[in-house]
């Protein structure tokens, strides 16, 4: 009877409510809490954002947890830790894991967290659009991805061999560039990643999946749409983003007549200012939309590069492609390149070589229309090179036309070839059928840029 009355008495404690969290439960913040919740069993009472500040004059941040005994958190990581403590799961009491959870909580937020927003919040059309610093977040984010798809190479969890609060922390931050979510007034899409992208980061993309798969994640945040194009700026959807919270913030509460007229008066000055600064920055963005194709200086010419894509996708290359491209090529306007990686002796494992290869195609993606390239990755792990054809319009170096393809290319020499040349014509061709002398070198696998 005793054992039984403590078995109740548990469940019932289980059950109880472990505070109550204020905020916007449909942001990204609070979700993370409320799955860590359901991670650790827990009941919590979620109200409204409204509800904190008639009950906090100052409240501390647009999210509050306020336990039972009424203590106070703000963060939604802390908030997290506190209702599924991490530090007494698995190796529970061992100092170095209590230092890998700080650890991993932190590059959740400040490697992972941070950049990922400075890409996605503008392609929402959620923030102003700023060319060179979303390509830079975006070529952050794509390296940070890449760190974590090499740390969770041989990992199924971050922390131990069991699922913990530290991996619903990251896949909470993940979340938006992952999913595929309808604004709500818009039909605007809330993504980055799309196939293309997690097939790239294909450790991260696994390990992702059996996180938002798990029962008390889908009851939380429930199925999870994956991408299936990338979000893009819209100035128009940009602007109506800015009116609905310029109207949102114009609401004043009627505690008396007077003082509703002054604070309207008020809050309608205060939003003639950003009013205008919107109509700025959508300007702006029309104005980049509107600059000139990097590559409009020079003469279209007679080789269709799309159409070579095509035979060298969808036919074979020896019989097909290469003489398609050698009675099609254009050396009047078309120029041919070889490059090879500067620091060969900083390549450690294979695939790792294979994550800058196709870390900088990620970058290079409006580049694709006027070029085509074969980049191969030879030799084994700790003794390789990486070295390729590139072929796009125009003599000049292409990368030198736009501060956007800036990113990688000077990590590579860089020696122009010429087409006339039969051994020009032998490298190019060893590029396209990865087979070949290629001059002692032993291939180990090849990426295309098309």
Known sequence: LFSVCCSLLFRTLQMAIAGTLYGDPNGFRAKKIITAAEFANKKIKVETLDKMKRNWAHPPSELLFVTNEGNQLFDCNSIACYLANPFHGSGGGDHFHDSEVLQWINIADLKILAPI?????????????????????????????????????????????????????????????????GLPFSCFIFIVFDERVRKLYANVTRWFMTIINQPFFKKAIGDVPLCDKPAVFDPKEFEEFVKKSLTDERIAPKDNKDGAKVQSKAKAKQAEAPKKEVEVDVEEKVAESDKKDPFAAFPKGKFDMDGFKRVYSNEDTETKAIPYFWSHFDPDNYSIWFCEYKYPKELEKVFMSCN???????????????????????????????????????????????????????????????????????????????????????????????
Not at 125 to 147: C, F, I, P
Not at 159 to 167: A, C, L, N, P, T
Not at 417 to 433: H, I, Q
């Open 356 to 450: 800058l290869i196709t870390g900088m195609f990620q970058r290079l993606d409006k580049l694709r229309k006027n070029a085509f390239a074969s980049v191969c990755l030879f030799g084994e792990d700790n003794n390789s090179t990486i070295s390729g054809i590139w072929i796009w319009r125009g003599h000049q170096l292409a990368f030198e036309l736009s501060e956007d393809w800036q990113i990688d290319y000077e990590s590579y020499s860089w020696s122009k070839l010429d087409p006339k040349d039969e051994k020009t014509k032998s490298l190019v061709n060893e590029y396209l059928k990865w087979e070949g002398k290629f001059d002692g070198k032993k291939f180990n696998q090849g990426k295309i840029f098309k």
């Open 117 to 181: 927003l400075s890409w996605v919040i503008p392609c929402l059309s959620a923030g102003s659009y700023n060319s060179v610093n979303v390509t830079e977040a975006k070529a952050e984010s794509l390296d940070a991805m890449g760190w974590l798809n090499e740390q969770l190479l041989s990992k199924t969890f971050l922390v131990g061999e069991r699922i913990s609060v530290v991996d619903i922390i990251l896949a909470c931050n993940v979340l938006p560039a992952y999913q595929h979510v």
